[in-house]
């Protein structure tokens, strides 16, 4: 097995997905992979030639996903060759709910790789969004319910980590770094974090089926 890893943190919108890697990626050594930041360039370019500004808007996501994803999956490949651990940082839906997706990015990446899923009570995610005033965001503040029924909050159909995206960043660093140095888990690691004790709110799901939104 490969001496880095790759934790991949993915879920919807505003549950804090880069507040974990920004926490994680010292304690792993980690570079730090995030896709708007990655590919802001090119969804800009993008988004000025459609008109088109938010980034789950489905005719925006249809022309760039695949340019996108293949940017950050490049990228962590470069750098896991180079043996930097990397932490990325996606919604990652497709290949969170469907296995044969998980699987074709997984071939592309040359080291183990985990899963973290954030998840947080619609509720309080539609405050998030409104708090964290993006004009990405307005679009789906104008109908919260409708923007809530098109989005994928389902628990994902491959091994994961689920975390409470209310919990506090300490925690959630606390539980990913536990998890990694669990008995038979990931080798390679710095000594440091296999030393980690493991908390109370540590979770494992297995695989599952679930729907693709």
Not at 83 to 106: D, H, K, M
Not at 184 to 196: E, H, N, S, T
Request: some cysteine; charged content about 20%; overall charge neutral.
């Amino acid at each position: 097995m490969s001496a880095v890893v790759a934790v991949l943190i993915g879920g919807p919108p505003a549950t804090g997905k880069s507040t974990l890697a920004m926490a994680l990626a010292p304690r792993l050594d980690a570079a730090l992979l995030d896709l708007d930041v990655a590919t802001a360039p090119l969804t800009r370019v993008v988004s000025e030639l459609t008109g088109l500004h938010d980034l789950d808007d489905p005719a925006l996501a249809g022309l760039t996903r695949d340019a996108r994803y293949d940017t950050l999956l490049a990228l962590a490949a470069a750098n896991l060759t180079a043996g930097r651990p990397v932490v990325l940082v996606a919604p990652f839906t497709l290949e969170r709910s469907r296995v044969s997706a998980w699987t074709t990015i997984t071939k592309r990446i040359p080291a183990p790789a985990t899963m973290v899923w954030l998840y947080l009570e619609p509720g309080e995610l539609i405050r998030r969004l409104s708090e964290r005033g993006l004009a990405r965001d307005e679009g789906k503040l104008r109908d919260p319910a409708s923007y809530l029924t098109g989005l994928d909050l389902e628990p994902p159909a491959i091994p994961h980590l689920a975390l409470d995206a209310a919990q506090p960043t300490a925690a959630q660093v606390s539980s990913v770094l536990a998890h990694l140095a669990r008995p038979g888990g990931l080798r390679g690691l710095p000594d440091a974090v296999r030393r980690w004790p493991t908390p109370c709110s540590t979770t494992f799901s297995a695989t599952r089926v679930t729907r693709l939104a």
